[in-house]
């Protein structure tokens, strides 16, 4: 069984940082694509930031956010800085995965973690 657990969400004021984990764990073969979309109220869930072997952001998050991996943990982080109010959302963690279990590629949500930007 796969699954991903994220971490680091909460409040913060405007302007200040956070740094959210997520982290696979089951029985993995290999791990292609991780990423972190987010989804604000009444909103439809959009990508923030993916890596592979590069990296790709949303055009809002651009020089602000900075999403990073360690592929020996098989942990993704995103950190974002400069955070404004309408960064508030559920965060949710996002990976392309072959379980030991398959030959095809699954692709994997985290339950997701809160991001309130206070202003």
């Known amino acids: 069984q796969v699954q991903l657990v994220e971490s680091g969400g909460g409040l913060v004021q405007a302007g200040g940082s956070l740094r959210l984990s997520c982290a696979a764990s089951?029985?993995?073969?290999?791990?292609?694509?991780m990423g972190w979309y987010r989804q604000a109220a009444g909103k439809q869930r959009e990508l923030v930031a993916a890596?592979?072997?590069?990296?790709n952001y949303a055009d809002s998050v651009k020089g602000r956010f900075t999403i990073s991996r360690d592929n020996a943990r098989n942990t993704v982080y995103l950190q974002m800085n400069s955070l404004k109010p309408e960064d508030t959302a559920v965060y949710f963690c996002?990976?392309?995965?072959?379980?030991?279990?398959?030959?095809?590629?699954?692709?994997?949500w985290g339950n997701g973690t809160l991001v309130t930007v206070s202003s």
């Open positions: 996002n990976a392309l995965i072959r379980p030991v279990s398959s030959f095809k590629f699954i692709n994997y």
């Open positions: 890596i592979t072997s590069s990296t």
């Open positions: 089951g029985n993995i073969f290999s791990i292609n694509v």
